[in-house]
């Protein structure tokens, strides 16, 4: 059995024969730094049929992971394996089952403070673990028996906390309770237990002692000593010795600590594949505490996450209070807004003021749909949202010195890029479109587009700032799935981050350009300037 808890129908998705191996080496040395993380980073993950480099770096979906998803536990903010956390969020899975086997274990956590403290210390049980198998500082002063007594106490008090913490749960963190409880049903772990028991009491001792009036010892009487004689490791005091004298006889000379390492290695090799399958619960637990710990910033901030509606493709598009959760962590307060479309399979154009929130609009849309149909939190109120076969983003589009091709000739490449790789109903967000060319040219490259994708049903967000075309095509009525929203402006016609259906009437060119110090008087003061300072220095 695999206490997976991302799937279903439990998979395993690390390497077992390389994680077992490198268990087994860190076990015996205790140098094995990044074990865990080296095993989750090279972990699979279930079907999908997205793909990161579509998406993922316009994204910044490595920064939102790490900085979104941070969490405590226990007063210590969590090691995040980043890697395995960014590789599980960009491949959401294609199985609807799956989706909703997430969904009711982040809700069921919601619910229930208890179960989230009990995943918690999990958590912090499996980081403890990490700590002594991979921890080199100090080893060598350590007694290596001691030492691997320790990482064996933990793995029980893991299959302990698992088998006794989870009984009561519904959803699939019941499988933690079932996995444990086999666990606890076999030799290995009863072996286990008696070893473990054999360390922590060994005898029971009736002492005398005997107090000066300065509170030093003064007397010190052991009145009798009883031997835990139900643990199997446990021999009488004569047989010990009769045992080491038939031994010293056939010629064997080793010492209690040598024969106590034996014992260690033989419970440890029936235990060793529990260990193995740890490493994966980590990753999965990180997950789970990490989407709980967005729910946490945001709610802290006053906005709210929640568990999306999924619906079909021509249902309406309902966002309440959206937000973009990047803004967030960067320290900056996100003003959260309301979107609504009569359906997800539309082509929508964009249209505002530079620095009215459509880029970070657009980037919203993709990380809530990148959240959804992995089965997490959305960062919105209340969210319905159509799955989507795969994610094509272009936000970000730098000028390279080698590339072949000017400002046009870079866009056509993105267009071509963007229909060879295609499918129907995919979803599309893509910033400024032909915008390196004059806008009569790239009105038509653009018109173009927005027929092509139409064919293909998709769901896609497009800023512009061809607002005349844009008009147009809203007067026009001639390309049925389109839609148009626009920047609501505020009495002094600045950006209130808001959105609302239509196209807008200006860019405010001028009042950014004022802003920015870019007027006709703001430069010939500067001009003014630079010239009495060259006659000064002349």
């Known amino acids: 059995m695999i206490p997976d808890l991302l799937h279903p129908a439990p998979r395993r998705r690390i390497d077992l024969e390389h994680t077992k191996l490198t268990v087994s080496l860190a076990f015996a040395s205790g140098v094995a730094g990044g074990l865990f993380t080296d095993a989750l980073d090279r972990a699979s993950v279930g079907p999908s049929s997205w793909h990161p480099e579509s998406f993922a770096g316009d994204l910044f979906v490595h920064q939102f992971a790490s900085m979104c998803f ?114 606890r049903e076999t030799e290995p772990y009863r072996s286990l237990a008696d070893l473990l028991q054999y360390d922590d009491r060994l005898a029971t001792l009736n002492l005398k002692v005997t107090v000066g009036a300065d509170g030093k010892l003064r007397d010190f009487q052991i009145l009798s000593i009883q031997e835990s004689a139900e643990n199997p490791f446990v021999n009488s005091a004569p047989r010990r010795w009769l045992s080491k004298l038939e031994l010293f006889a056939r010629g064997f000379r080793f010492s209690d600590a040598e024969v106590i390492s034996r014992l260690i290695d033989a419970v440890f090799d029936g235990i060793v594949d529990e260990i193995v399958r740890f490493v994966q619960l980590l990753g999965d637990v990180e997950l789970y505490l990490g989407a709980m710990g967005f729910r946490d910033r945001a709610t802290e901030a006053g906005l709210s996450v929640c568990l999306p509606e999924l619906v079909a493709p021509s249902a309406p598009r309902k966002l309440v209070r959206f937000f973009n959760p990047l803004l967030l962590v960067h320290g900056m307060k996100p003003v959260p807004c309301d979107i609504s479309i009569d359906r997800h399979d539309a082509i929508v154009l964009v249209t505002g003021p530079n620095s009215g929130g459509k880029t970070r609009l657009l980037q919203s849309f993709a990380l809530a749909q990148l959240l959804a149909q992995g089965g997490l939190f959305v960062p919105a109120k209340e969210a319905t949202i159509a799955p989507a076969p795969s994610l094509v983003v272009s936000l970000i589009q730098e000028t390279k010195a080698d590339q072949a091709e000017g400002r046009l000739g870079m866009e056509l490449v993105r267009i071509r890029a963007l229909f060879e790789a295609l499918p129907p109903g995919a979803m599309v967000i893509l910033d400024e479109l032909c915008s390196g060319t004059n806008p009569s040219e790239g009105e038509e490259i653009f018109e173009l587009v927005i027929r092509m994708l139409g064919r293909l049903a998709p769901q896609t967000f497009i800023t512009t700032h061809f607002l005349a075309f844009a008009a147009r095509l809203e007067q026009e009525k001639s390309i049925e799935a389109l839609r148009f929203l626009q920047v609501v402006l505020g009495p002094s016609h600045e950006p209130t981050y808001q959105f609302a259906p239509g196209v807008a009437q200006t860019s405010l060119a001028a009042h950014t350009a004022a802003r920015l110090g870019v007027t006709g008087d703001q430069l010939l003061a500067l001009v003014e300037r630079n010239i009495r300072s060259a006659e000064k220095t002349g």
């Open 70 to 183: 941070g969490f405590s536990f226990e007063g210590t903010q969590a090691s995040l394996a980043t890697k395995h956390l960014v590789n599980v969020l960009t491949h959401p899975p294609s199985d609807p089952a799956t989706v909703e086997h997430r969904r009711a274990i982040l809700r069921e956590l919601t619910e229930s403070s208890e179960l989230r403290a009990s995943l918690e210390r999990v958590y912090a049980l499996l980081n403890k673990l990490r700590a002594l198998l991979e921890g080199a500082s100090g080893v060598g002063k350590w007694d290596p028996n001691r030492r691997q007594l320790d990482i064996l106490g933990v793995v029980k008090e893991i299959v302990d906390c698992l088998a006794e913490r989870f009984g009561a749960a519904e959803s699939g963190l019941k499988i933690l309770h079932t996995y444990a409880s086999a666990i």
